[in-house]
């Protein structure tokens, strides 16, 4: 490393909001397990976790569970009578599974899902309260809700490639766009833009049509390999762990490790709560991409190319 690039390291963001194959595997678990069976009684942990009013929250005691979906990283359980609960995880927000009487852990749990052998818990952990749960009637309010987003997995290349050119927007900031893409958030959208060897800050409107097509590939193959790699991690249990640092990402979470492609190690910007990693050699032409605060601080010795670090 250049002498001249001495940054004190800054410490990898720990906390992600679950993206599109964690939620799946959530909502695949849950309507295995409560599909058909009754919500005896929705029990608020904290009442600031309820972000809806009308209809109220007793309507769901002795609903049927009719099927679990996901809505871009919304969690939807369908109850009988054209009832939708929306639970958004946001960032620390999790599900547990406990057995039939045991406590719920104690300042973590927001809400408590009651049937007749065990309780679903919605958890958050941290101060910031940002998860959320949404009770809704009919299937319009609930499409309400919905930010719109392509599924990239039932799409075709000519759908991608419209609704990623709709606007100007880096690569990074179009995938993880609610409106744009369903799922994808700050880690998948790291390890796609890896795959397809292409700078998170490239312009939209810049791409070539190989670009579009290889863009295209390595999203659907990142979140389908994701998913299956989770599914099967999990089994034919309820997922425990969910988190975006995993082993086996190429470059998400992986600051200053080598790539697993060419070995260079893996470069970060950090930006408010969230990060992109990526790396210089395989994505940049070398190039080392300016993060705020440390290149403001170091100035000329803010490295330019990935060859200063070597």
């Not at 058909?36 to 929705?42: E, K, V």
């Not at 608020?44 to 002795?62: C, E």
């Not at 796609?192 to 490239?202: D, G, M, Q, T």
Request: charged share 30%.
């Amino acid at each position: 490393m250049s002498r001249r690039y001495q940054a004190r390291p800054v410490e990898p963001i720990k906390c992600r909001m679950p993206e599109l194959p964690d939620v799946t595997v959530y909502v695949e678990r849950l309507e295995d397990r409560l599909a058909g069976r009754a919500l005896q009684r929705l029990r608020l942990l904290n009442p600031f976790v309820l972000r809806s009013v009308a209809p109220p929250l007793d309507a769901v005691a002795g609903r049927k569970v009719k099927g679990v979906r996901r809505m871009g990283k919304r969690i939807v359980f369908e109850l009988e009578g054209a009832l939708f609960l929306v639970l958004h995880l946001m960032i620390a927000g999790r599900l547990r599974w406990l057995a039939k009487n045991k406590k719920p852990p104690g300042r973590i749990s927001l809400a408590a899902l009651e049937f007749e052998d065990g309780t679903l818990i919605f958890t958050e952990a941290g101060t910031k309260r940002r998860a959320s749960i949404h009770l809704v009637e009919g299937e319009a309010a609930l499409a309400a809700m919905d930010p719109g987003g392509l599924e990239v997995l039932e799409a075709g290349p000519e759908e991608f490639a419209a609704r990623l050119k709709a606007d100007r927007h880096t690569l990074k900031r179009a995938l993880t766009d609610p409106r744009l893409f369903s799922g994808i958030g700050n880690a998948y959208s790291d390890e796609i833009l890896h795959r397809a060897k292409l700078s998170p800050f490239a312009q939209t409107s810049s791409l070539s049509d190989e670009d579009v097509k290889r863009l295209y590939d390595a999203t659907r193959a990142t979140l389908a390999e994701w998913t299956e790699r989770l599914r099967r991690e999990a089994g034919a249990d309820f997922p425990e762990k969910v988190t975006a640092f995993r082993e086996g990402m190429a470059v998400h979470g992986r600051f200053r490790k080598p790539c697993p492609v060419c070995g260079s190690p893996v470069q970060r910007i950090v930006y408010a709560e969230n990060e992109t990693n990526y790396c210089a050699r395989c994505q940049t032409g070398g190039k080392i991409l300016a993060d705020r605060a440390l290149s403001r601080l170091l100035k000329a010795s803010w490295p330019r190319s990935i060859d200063e670090l070597d």
